[in-house]
């Protein structure tokens, strides 16, 4: 059984989260100058590495916020839990670099579908 320490709620089992994908993977800045090469490489390129992945969960069963989690594939541990629109720590920087191949919007039109809180604090 996994924990996974939601930074909204706390602590859950892992059976009230689901996974969203590679975290910090930009829309591109105007998809309708991409080639189909570009577009599928958007789509469906994602990193697959031995060690820490950044992660993009959901919390379904609780709070329904996205948040990004990195987890080593190897052992499955969870090494850091942070906010959508956060950076990883430090030790985990590099996870959150742009990837080559497409041209990723400027950061003030940064969007990572999904990434964004959609609920809003009262």
């Known amino acids: 059984m996994l924990i996974i320490d939601c930074p909204h709620c706390g602590p859950r089992h892992e059976q009230e989260f689901h996974y969203g994908k590679q975290a910090h993977v930009a829309y591109p800045q105007d998809p309708s100058a991409l080639t189909d090469a570009e577009w ?34 190897l052992t499955y541990e969870i090494k850091a839990v942070y906010r959508a629109g956060e950076q990883p720590p430090q030790e985990y920087a590099a996870l959150a670099r742009p990837r080559g191949g497409v041209p990723a919007a400027t950061t003030d039109q940064a969007v990572d579908p999904g990434t964004a809180d959609t609920t809003k604090e009262a």
Do not use: I, K, Q
């Not at 820490?52 to 709070?63: D, L, Q, S």
């Open 40 to 73: 599928a490489r958007y789509l469906f390129y994602r990193d697959n590495p031995r060690g820490p992945h950044a992660e993009r969960w959901v919390h379904t069963a609780g709070c329904r916020r996205w948040f990004n989690v990195v987890r080593d594939t």
